[in-house]
């Protein structure tokens, strides 16, 4: 019978209440208080940067790391991934909310009826953040967490690298202080180069020249102060507040914007919005791109919080983080939040200064709540340059992620061609297209492996019962009249002629039905071949049809066969497809087979390990 205990039911769906009871307060609550600190300081401009991405105000990305924040630390089982703002979901959301503003916006202007309705971009965020939490709320319930098992490592990091190019192509205009019309679709990478270098004389100076002297001063502090800081401290310095800071101070002291013209963060609202539902109109216009963010926040996330899990030797609930994430954008989509993932960097600064459970994500929002209430609007006069600057920066990293394509290519050709398919995609066509083909060349690479298979000869080592490729080994004993061939792989619809012809081939017969090639010697015939299923690891009813054909060819040439190392799976297959009879027996090993061949004292033997 099912049976579920309340307070069982209570720790399993709310993961606080069993952290919470076992909570060090002595040991662990310092540490989490000054890994919250840190990782707050790291939000705010993280966070403002991030909206940019989004299309939405810079104070959004701080609602971000606030609102869905308090709910993952609840609902979460991740104790050291920092949730909050993410470059590329970020991104992913900001093409939905510039492509339905613009088509509101498009409506609106050629009619001139007033029945559309047109659209900000925060109510399309939020529109957004509504399917996404309805999508990974769905998953949960149909408990889907297998689904980050689905998208591989090498797909992940070809569709973030590619997607990184869109994130710095996104920032040049404000590098650059210039003018550049929006593009979006296909090509969209290749129409908003061609727009920049249409546009090179709106470029402003002041503004290149702050760009430039920011990511000077965060890359020699990357570069060069971190690596030593790191040695003697493990707070590190908080550069990116830095920049920020200072850049707000010049730019309200010297009036950089009215004097050169330098595009600001502009007004911020004092305080935390008002909860306000999603428009309900617009759900199922976004729903098919909701779903695509949906994926990717979720496997990215999981995918760090494995990272942490494994390193730190403790579990995750892969079905769990999705009601957390769930719930947490659900709840985020009624304050005017985009869709929040994890952070790399913020995850491993957490972890690096000490953050011990998801207390540290707790003492952060607290921390970005009396921002909001109190300070946000210090940081209106803050260049957009410099916003800009942090998220380049900050790309450096994954951008040069291109370069393992070498590395990726030499250990295997065929997931260089996956990362390869998914990173040009991305670039070259579209974000959700690119992860599209990337899934395309996945599921293509798969059947490639399961057409590939290994045949060879292999012979006994001298005084022993193991069996070796003859290849790979010269010291072996060639017993008279035995001849053991090797296969490993599958036996399936798509590789069953293969294997047919491959072992014909390493056996010297030729197929019965090829009555071109049928006149053989039959003092060269050996009467028996054993079959080693050793490394066999599946077979479908078409394999084991043509497993049963090879079988009555070589009976019709004389040849018994035997079979030698078939696991469980394969021998139920086997027998449900009437394939194995007192006329082809199967043993444990080859070496078992082999003798009690030589004890019927039979003629030369062929063995076929497969």
């Not at 949730?83 to 339905?100: P, R, Y």
């Amino acid at each position: 019978k099912f049976k579920c205990h309340p307070r069982e039911a209570l720790r399993s769906t709310v993961p606080a209440v069993h952290w919470l009871a076992n909570y060090k307060w002595k040991e662990w609550l310092i540490k989490d208080i000054i890994a919250g600190c840190t990782v707050a300081v790291m939000n705010i401009p993280q966070g403002m940067a991030y909206a940019l991405l989004g299309n939405v105000p810079p104070v959004v990305g701080i609602y971000m790391a606030f609102f869905p924040v308090l709910i993952y630390s609840i609902l979460g089982t991740s104790r050291h991934i920092s949730m909050g703002s993410f470059a590329v979901v970020c991104l992913m959301a900001g093409k939905v909310v510039l492509t339905q503003t613009s088509i509101a916006a498009s409506n609106l202007n050629n009619t001139l009826s007033d029945k559309h309705t047109f659209y900000s971009p925060i109510e399309v965020g939020t529109a957004v953040t509504f399917m996404v939490a309805i999508f990974q709320l769905v998953m949960y319930l149909f408990r889907l967490g297998i689904v980050c098992t689905l998208l591989s490592d090498t797909l992940i990091s070809g569709f973030t690298a590619g997607a990184s190019i869109h994130v710095f192509t996104s920032q040049i205009k404000d590098l650059l202080g210039m003018k550049v019309p929006r593009f979006s679709g296909s090509f969209q990478i290749i129409n908003t180069y061609i727009g920049i270098f249409s546009n090179l004389d709106t470029i402003n100076v002041a503004a290149v020249v702050v760009s430039i002297v920011t990511i000077s001063i965060l890359l020699i502090n990357n570069e060069l102060l971190k690596p030593w800081v790191s040695k003697r401290s493990i707070v590190p310095i908080p550069i990116e507040l830095i920049a920020v800071l200072t850049g707000t101070l010049l730019s309200a002291y010297c009036g950089l914007s009215e004097r050169y013209n330098l595009k600001t963060v502009g007004p911020i609202a004092v305080g935390l919005p008002e909860p306000k539902l999603p428009p309900i109109q617009l759900l199922s216009s976004v729903a098919i791109d909701s779903f695509v963010i949906a994926i990717i926040a979720y496997i990215i996330s999981v995918s760090m919080a494995l990272i942490f899990a494994n390193k730190l030797k403790y579990e995750i609930d892969a079905n769990q983080e999705l009601l957390a994430q769930g719930c947490g954008n659900f709840f985020g989509s009624f304050f005017s939040c985009l869709p929040f993932a994890a952070s790399l960097s913020r995850s491993v600064i957490q972890q690096t200064v000490g953050g011990c459970t998801q207390l540290t994500s707790i003492v952060s929002s607290l921390i970005l709540l009396i921002v909001l209430l109190w300070i946000a609007p210090f940081f209106e006069p803050l260049p957009r340059c410099i916003l800009s600057s942090l998220i380049v920066v900050a790309l450096k990293g994954v951008i040069l992620q291109a370069l393992d394509i070498r590395k990726i290519w030499r250990t295997s050709p065929l997931d260089g061609i996956v990362w390869l398919s998914t990173y040009i995609g991305v670039v070259l066509v579209e974000i959700d297209v690119g992860l599209l083909i990337g899934v395309c060349a996945s599921v293509l690479t798969l059947l490639i492996r399961g057409m590939r298979s290994t045949t060879c000869i292999v012979e006994r080592l001298p005084n022993t019962d193991i069996y070796v490729d003859t290849n790979r080994y010269a010291k072996t004993e060639d017993l008279p009249g035995i001849t053991v061939i090797r296969y490993s792989g599958c036996i399936n619809f798509l590789n069953r002629t293969y294997f047919k012809k491959d072992i014909f081939r390493l056996a010297n017969k030729v197929p019965i039905n090829n009555t071109k090639k049928n006149k053989v010697d039959a003092g060269n015939i050996p009467p028996l071949e054993i079959l080693d299923f050793t490394g066999l690891q599946y077979v479908d009813p078409s394999g084991a049809a043509c497993l049963k054909c090879l079988i009555q060819e070589m009976s019709n040439l004389s040849v018994s066969v035997y079979m030698a190392g078939i696991s469980g799976s394969v021998i139920s297959m086997l027998q449900t497809c009437d394939v194995l009879s007192a006329s082809c027996p199967y043993f444990p090993t080859v070496h078992d087979a082999v003798i009690y061949s030589q004890s019927k004292q039979e003629e030369p033997v062929y063995t076929i390990r497969l």
